[in-house]
């Protein structure tokens, strides 16, 4: 795995953020509070954490086009902030958080693969520290986050189960997937995706144990940072 | 496994075209075969499979809005689209198609649970009888399709693994999923997702089991379908 | 004029519906209720009927786009949503419906011309299951369908008026329209259109009359289909 | 009829102008020629008519929402653009008029009814003020423009045919319709339509009957316009 | 400066209205007051002015596309109106006003330079006689306009500073700007921009002279108009 | 004037790239070279400046709708965007660059008012590095940077002259505005803009004066950065 560096407060008025740091992968992410939540769930007394993922123009190789002005997030834009906002969900104990939403925002600064996951263990930081304002300003009295969510990428490169790809790995990886994991082990997601190729229920298992050890590895730094 | 049907040749105009039911899951997925291919391919001799996904708007319970009345497709109709397209190209040998693209277009007449599934199973009989039209006329001479392509959807239902969730499971179950194989047994896409729950490998394992024998299932009549 | 058929109760979920066949245009239309009025209506005591339209992409001989994929429903999908509410609603007692929306989807399976009155033949039918529905439940109390609508298209095809024009013949006619009336031979809409050409007012009478055969010979399929 | 009054040459930069005023509904036309056609012509040798329609915000007696500002085009507007354009094409020979397009803008100033008809009838005076040019130039050498191409609408007002309708009569009327006729007396459109009402076949016939004369009084304004 | 005029009253609907002439640029302004305010004022007691601005696309040299068939406002319009109602309410005691709307649309019949800032000039003569309607009806007792505002363009052409260009002068000034003053001579809006130019305050003082006398002759007129 | 720091190579993959802060705004900046140009001087051999904005969603004190979510850039982003780029062309020698195009992306990281300004001065950075990397490469011969461009706004606050007005401040300020200069003290663009207030001819120059103190520190600060 490549080295990951977590720094925490990185901006003056968000309620929690970091700049996590996975090889050359930077991702800025923030929490906001907010009173409201969703009208799906308005009056329940269950909260709501969300997520919104975005590429600065310039954070990869060739520019890419700014999707504001191109008027809509793309495709890959949508699944990737569906899947933060699914992903963190599944740490937090939404009666616990009561009636309010926290809102994460991640923005890739410089991208070399694996931005989702980055985005993802990331993201659960910035939410610990907004939830830790709340609990210490009295607003919420039980911790709503049960457990740290983690997530990192693998893949199969030249055959063999490989954890953590960049971006030269992944374009030339048939297959590869992320796998979100709780502090405790548990699974979250798993997502294994071939392009042209496919996998054997053996390489499964392989990549499964691998992710195990990388989720294990970025606990212990979200831990170290927001302690 | 709910009952599942296979109905081809349904409409005149596709090159391809098949119902397919799986209980109440009613599928309607056409092949179209242009020449032309996307800008990234052209002048390379490869081929392209993609797929476009949509439902009714009475397709479900309580009517849902039109999406082109909306303006914009969805989040969850890119995410699955993708999907389709993705898993299909996995069973094709793209120099052997040649540069042509074939769209499968999947519209959910009636849902019930499952629909991306039963899309990924209809689309692949769609995208074999286009493929057979064009060894029939010469311009393929070997076939393009290497394996059949087929999905099923799983989850932990009360606590259990079940194959194939109808809506009503599908609402309740916290974990659930969808595994594309082929029909050799070769994994192509593992989607496992929970929300507000998480899953253990063990259970893990045991849904991997359920969808091979699901997918065998479905393999045969897809078999039957096009023969 | 082409066969006819209309097969009810197609879809398990809507209020009521039809599988409406003219010769090879083949359009699923379903009745949606809802409690809810459009704003301009909103405590008047009136109800409304209006319809939705749209084509699956490869319904056609070559395939069309997506419209949910452009972004926007077409200046043609727009005009003949408008036109199959209206001559609907011809039809409608709006006092004795009540407050509430009846939403009509027409959705174009396979099409080979006169679409448009297709839906409007088909419409009725699921909109008179529809309210039989809130009749049996003494939601509605007096019938509010006042008279069948049915819709006929005509032309001027090699200089001789022609019902109902298949694909071929329509593109080469330079007149066409559509007629639709009421089952007690009320005209509701009229609308004879030129491409390059023009008509007398002869002959605009001859397609009349040839419109008014065509509606009786759908007002009486359209009653058995309902009986 | 209410007073008709054509007034040309009324923008200095278009290739044909004129502001046309019916009663209180004023709409001001200019033509636009351009050397380049649609796609879907292109290398036929042959010319194109196209229209576009607007209203200014507050050409109503309430204000209206700037489509430009809100995003699209309403479906009332893109109907009856297409409409104009369909109408104006009737009366060219776009062999005579050569690969070449021709844009007439309406847009309406004032509105009290009827907005459709006048944008037709002083459409075709800008159109043929822009062919007198291009003939003058020498670009083209045989007229174009076969017949002169005029609009009026009509309705049942209080049970009584009535011809072209303000905007008081119009809200109350429950059937009304446009009438495009040639010079020649060659009907180029019918459109008949019913909200809430419906309408006998003798009623048909007194309409066109008064249709005729409306429009031929128009044919005669157009003329002493242009010479 | 080039001649200029101001005719009121061109429209039956608006409550204000003008057509203001400066050389070839005709510009319609109308003045629309509505008892509502944006959200953001809601409650306050305090009014609102706002502006709205257009080009019909023949109004210049070559057609431009109608930004309502484009689907949005390009990034000039939404700059000029923006202009257009920052500077009108510089001269409105919003509290004098009382809590209602007043929106002036700004449609440019004719462009040929300046187009801005006849708006804006001819923008205060709609609202004044709008604001002289409701102080007639006794809605607003306090007269809120404080004073005149009218614009002026200026440029650096040929190396001199000039007054009002027009837009064979405003093409090739490599330096040019808007002035928006009220009758009392305070300034509201400077806006002095240069397209691969540059300018010396010498310049930059030069040109506010030449503003302040023009937009004094400006006022003159529009008291003329309104009186 | 509050502290500014420019920060330079902050990302790996841009020509040229610097965070530029100006007390608590941060804005970073991109350069992207491309070796195409626009259609309108495509073929001129004349180089082309551009320059797009966005703020992160929490880069203010409360969270913002990201853009891209809501589908279009705001109006305010357009004329910041616009305004940047004609700013950093009126130091370009367009001939000297040659036919290509640099892209400088102005991200708000934090903001705390001048956020355009700073883009301006930082802006002017990241070009510089990137045509520096042009000039060694030996892909232009001759500068074609004619001067450094830097940005300050001033305001009336509490009715005195201040420069550099922080958040707080500008929200109070009645009148503000952005002055942009070279380094040879030429004045680019002046924005004095009023909302609900005015300003004299003695104030203007009371501004002016501060603007050119405050950009000569800028310039020095940027000259620094560069060499």
Redo the contacts between chains.
Sequence with gaps: MRAVSIETGV????EG?CLVRVG?THV?C?A?I?DRVPPFIKGSGLGWVTA?Y?M????????MR????????G?R???IQ?LIG?SL??GVD?VALGERQI?I?C?V???DGGTRCAAITGGWVALKLAVKKLMKAGDVVSDPLVSPVAAVSCGLYAGQPVLDLDYAEDSEAGVD?NFIL?GD?????????????????TQ?DQL?TLA?KGVGELVALQEAAVA
């Design positions: 901006t003056k008025h968000a953020s050359d800025l923030t906001t907010e919104e975005g600065l123009p310039r954070s990869t190789t060739s520019r700014r999707e504001a002005s191109a008027g809509k997030q495709g834009t949508i699944e569906r699914r969900r599944a939404r809102t925002d923005d600064i410089q991208a997937g709780r082990g548990q699974l979250i997601e798993v997502q294994m995706s071939a392009e042209g190729a496919t996998f054997s229920r499964m499964l195990e």
